[in-house]
């Protein structure tokens, strides 16, 4: 059963069920994990999505009760499970609005400190925030967001729970999060073309920008290259002007650049960046390359840090 399939259960499937004995004592050594209970009066499914994501942790980080836990258990609920639930989140969140996935973020977090400073010493917060991490921030996620990390990032930052230094690692996450947000309009900067030309990203003249942050040498630069030759509505796009890509060589080997300029499509506008200032994180926060971002017309960004499969899916292809 795939994750989506798993959501339509959950949305269709939940059944009402006893909550634990009040107690702070652990009870019961594993058990499945409490799905939440979407009330029958909200029937719209889009109302349904979204108050399962603002409440889909509730009846797990309930301080009724505390339950077992181990290296493989997470009050009460096996790790392998708990890892699920958190795929199951992730694929919910990108079926709401933006602002129901940040409150859905935010409930997760109140929710978690509140169990935790309950029940001093239960492991629900390292465990919980380290899947949340790998599944949100991890630039080899599939499913990453920043834009869904970055309220979660926020509140870990002021997290009295955790060390100075945790906190300032989440400060340093947040702001990269922030850095250039969908529906804001993306950092300006220069770069020098293959023919030597100096240009600037406002000087892109086109519909839609994809801007690659990328390098000849890696795999999955060569990987995501090849798809976009390989698309003949794509290839039309760009032909026609509509969509221009740029591709960004950000590091300072100049001559092993230069060597793979032959390899570039001639359709694309490939350079390199002569301030190296995109590899300081003042402007981008490049983790993993390549690295996309869909700009519109007037730089505006639409797409940021996306997967190949979501920058085709954003152009309908």
Known sequence: MNVRTLIIVSLGLLALSCGPR??????????????AEIPMMITEPAERMAWLGEHFWDRYTATDSLYYSDSV???GVPLEELEKQVGI???LLEQVAPEEGFTAMVNLYTRMEAFQTAFDGANLLPELTGLVSRYFYDPNSPVRSEELYLPFAQAMSACPLITALDRERYAYEAR????????TRAADFRFVDTAGHRHTLY????????LVFGNPDCHACKELQASLENSVELSASIASGQLKVVDIYIDQDLEAWREHIPEYPASWINGYDPDFVIRTDLLYNVRALPSLYLLSADKTVL???ATPEQFFAALGL
Do not use: E, Q
């Open 22 to 35: 009040k107690t702070k004592a652990p009870v019961n050594p594993t058990r499945a994990f409490p799905s």
């Open 73 to 75: 258990t997470v009050n």
């Open 89 to 91: 989140f992730v694929t």
């Open 176 to 183: 990269m999060c922030a850095l250039n947000r969908p529906g």
């Open 203 to 210: 000087d892109i003249k086109a519909d839609m920008t994809l």
């Open 303 to 305: 797409l940021k840090d």
